[in-house]
């Protein structure tokens, strides 16, 4: 079915930050990330946005008992932020790790979950709360 006749009432979830420190926001983001640049527009005084292809989007809505029980596998616990982006990645461990050199703070370890897959928890530039995890049993 052609994008134009696609009859799905949304067809991209972008969610957008405000990153008081912009080139570091993009230089995790884009570059150690690994998100892919799609677009970048700059205005009069000084107005800067890029757009990052973060591939397929989903939206997870838990209720505070599920949140919870997230927090007690994935951060020993710890509290999320009422809101916590989570990226798919190849290799947890790997990602994790580059994050951390690339100005990420570490919350919690990757850790294996009941729902295979292996979670980190990690705050990150522009103020978000993010959750990197491998899926295990993928093929």
Do not use: C
Request: no cysteine; proline share 5%; hydrophobic share 45%.
């Amino acid at each position: 079915m052609s994008e134009d006749t696609d009859p799905a009432p949304v067809r991209q979830l972008r969610l957008v930050i405000q990153a008081d420190d912009f080139e570091a926001a993009v230089a995790f983001y884009r570059d150690a990330l690994g998100l892919t640049e799609e677009a970048a527009f700059e205005g009069e005084g000084d107005a800067r946005v890029m757009i990052l292809d973060a591939g397929r989007a989903t939206l997870e809505i838990a209720n505070p008992a599920q949140v919870k029980m997230i927090d007690g596998i994935e951060a020993e616990g710890l509290p999320s932020a009422r809101m916590r982006v989570a990226f798919e990645v190849a290799d947890a461990q790997t990602a994790t790790d580059g994050l951390v050199d690339a100005g990420a703070t570490l919350i919690a370890s990757p850790r294996e979950t009941p729902w295979r897959s292996l979670n980190s928890r990690l705050d990150a530039p522009g103020g978000l709360q993010i959750t990197l995890f491998q899926e295990l049993d993928a093929e």
